[in-house]
């Protein structure tokens, strides 16, 4: 029972234009959530972060909302860019608690020139 | 180095044989996790190690899988009779790990792609 889901395996879209990347949790208890991305023959590397106790946290290009009522996240990058093509992984945690994230299955982003 | 190392970086071996994989977290890192990605799967975790606390082995797909690590610095993740499903790339991961959500942040290594044969 997959407790984070990324249901697009992929997304392609052109440089320039925004890029939404999509994440839905089934735990209501998840208060932390992550996005990592990963280039081929790499480790995931931390991208952005949002606390339960908000609903947006911008850096630079890229920006996570959360809605805890729908139980739904997602990225925004503006612009995207070449560079930008990875996997994105969305992960969760029970914030103040030790343990592992939970993952979700990734979503391949392509942005073309 | 300044990041996490994994070791080896490939490994082909025989179904039925054992295999041993090494992690070298980043130094002052108490929290080390090891997770795997089968072929168009997202991450598994296997086992999380925090200090001197004992392992959550809630991930461990089955007694085959053991890891080890030796106080806060390098583990060992350890398959015993491998099967052809435990091809993978097996990845390692440390963190601040002292129970805040910010020290979290995962950093990993770059994996060792496990091939049984």
């Known amino acids: 029972d997959q407790q984070v889901k990324q249901n697009s395996p992929s997304l392609s879209v052109q440089e320039g234009r925004i890029s939404i990347l999509n994440c839905d949790y089934t735990n209501s208890m998840f208060d932390y959530f992550l996005w990592y991305k990963k280039y081929p023959a790499e480790g995931p590397t931390f991208l952005i972060s949002i606390s339960s106790i908000k609903d947006k946290n911008e850096d630079g290009r890229f920006t996570v909302f959360l809605n805890k009522s729908a139980k739904h996240l997602s990225l925004h990058i503006v612009p995207s860019q070449p560079g930008d093509s990875a996997v994105y992984f969305c992960?969760?945690?029970?914030?103040?608690?030790?343990?592992?994230?939970?993952f979700g299955k990734g979503t391949k982003l392509s942005v073309k020139p | 180095g300044a990041g996490v190392s994994q070791s080896p970086s490939n490994k082909v071996t025989e179904k039925g044989k054992d295999v041993e994989l090494r992690c070298d977290p980043i130094s002052g890192h108490t929290a080390l996790y090891w997770y795997r990605q089968r072929l168009g799967q997202g991450l598994e975790f296997l086992i999380y190690f925090q200090g001197n606390s004992a392992p959550d082995k809630s991930g461990l797909p089955s007694d085959r899988f053991s890891a080890e690590r030796t106080g806060e610095s390098v583990s060992t993740l350890t398959i015993q009779r491998t099967q052809q499903e435990d091809s993978a790339v097996y990845l390692c991961?440390?963190?601040?790990?002292?129970?805040?959500?910010?020290?979290?942040?995962?950093?990993f290594g770059s994996g060792t792609q496990l091939s049984v044969l």
């Open positions: 991961a440390s963190s601040l790990g002292y129970g805040d959500p910010v020290n979290e942040k995962l950093f």
């Open positions: 992960a969760a945690s029970f914030g103040g608690s030790q343990g592992n994230l939970i």
